[in-house]
């Protein structure tokens, strides 16, 4: 395991610790769900299932199921903790749609307990980013869809947390915060992957605080603390912790701290084969009657 690679279990028990806390803290996640919703205005698909990966709490689970009413929603997350929270937000959403509509299931993205060919839609609110094998993870989502079915994603850009990542920077030898994947790299995996037409664009969001401790609050609260395998394992030292604060007190603006999110977006759709599984190759034709 390298230094840089996702601690899958860390993983796990983070977001587990931090389900009952994760709702109140998880603003730019519902907002930038809420943005992804708005993007379906433009898509006709009427799915009959749905996998959310990486559902977490189900905020834009139920946001789905209501969308889609009709459509059996798979709920899927690594954090057995975030799928019993989202039981007990989902009282309401039950009364309206009936419980059978949706499944849960405690599972790794990169490796799907799903059949092959089982999905219409793949919607995933900023979770990818915790995958080791990006190209892989993307041929599994590729899996798992139907022939014209509908991959649409977020994640995180390079410049995620920039501000924080320069403020660790000379303060210990230990990793501080995961790597993310740039954009344009991204929708070449997606093409690679078997995608086609992939649509990705970015933003920057940034949030404020008056504080560098409340930033890593939040980001505890959300369980995306790093969890990378070269993390220090204990509790930063005082003089690193000075280093620190002293680093980021030198990018306060109008009286706050910043830390920005650069919020990478993408849809992709699963074209017709050009092969058969045998790997013969499918030969569109057509005829013109007279």
């Known amino acids: 395991m390298n ?22 803290a998880a603003v730019l996640q519902r907002e930038v ?24 709490t189900g905020w834009g689970t139920r946001r789905l199921a209501q969308r889609y009413p009709s459509a059996q929603l798979i709920a899927l997350d690594i954090a057995s903790g975030m799928l019993q929270a989202a039981r007990g937000h989902s009282g309401w959403w039950q009364k309206l749609f009936g419980g059978a ?26 979770a990818v980013q915790w995958c080791n094998d990006l190209p892989a993870t993307f041929v599994e989502l590729h899996r798992v869809l139907k022939v014209d079915g509908l991959l ?9 947390l920039k501000e924080l990542r320069r403020a660790f920077s000379g303060v210990d030898q230990n990793n501080h915060l995961n790597r993310f994947t740039d954009m344009h790299d991204i929708g070449d995996m997606l093409v690679h992957g078997g995608f086609a037409e992939p649509v990705m664009d970015m933003e920057c969001i940034t949030l404020t605080y008056d504080d560098v401790r409340g930033v890593l609050q939040d980001l505890k609260a959300i369980g995306a603390h790093n969890a990378t395998a070269g993390r220090a394992r204990g509790l930063m030292g005082k003089n690193a912790w000075a280093r620190l604060v002293e680093n980021y007190e030198r990018l306060r603006n109008n009286g706050k701290l910043p830390a920005t999110f650069e919020v990478v977006y993408g849809h ?7 092969q058969t599984s045998d790997g013969r190759a499918i030969i569109k034709t057509s005829f013109k009657l007279k």
């Open 152 to 160: 649409m994603f977020s994640t995180f850009g390079p410049d995620t």
């Open 3 to 24: 230094g840089f690679e996702i601690d899958k279990r860390e993983v796990r028990r983070a977001f587990s610790r931090a389900a009952t806390e994760y709702d109140a």
């Open 268 to 274: 992709a759709w699963k074209p017709q084969p050009k």
């Open 33 to 56: 769900s809420t943005r992804m919703l708005e993007r379906l205005d433009y898509i006709k698909l009427q799915p009959e299932r749905v996998l959310d990966a990486g559902s977490g």
């Open 101 to 126: 509509r949706q499944l849960q299931v405690c599972g790794d993205m990169e490796a799907l307990p799903l059949a092959a060919n089982s999905v219409e839609m793949v919607w995933s609110n900023l």
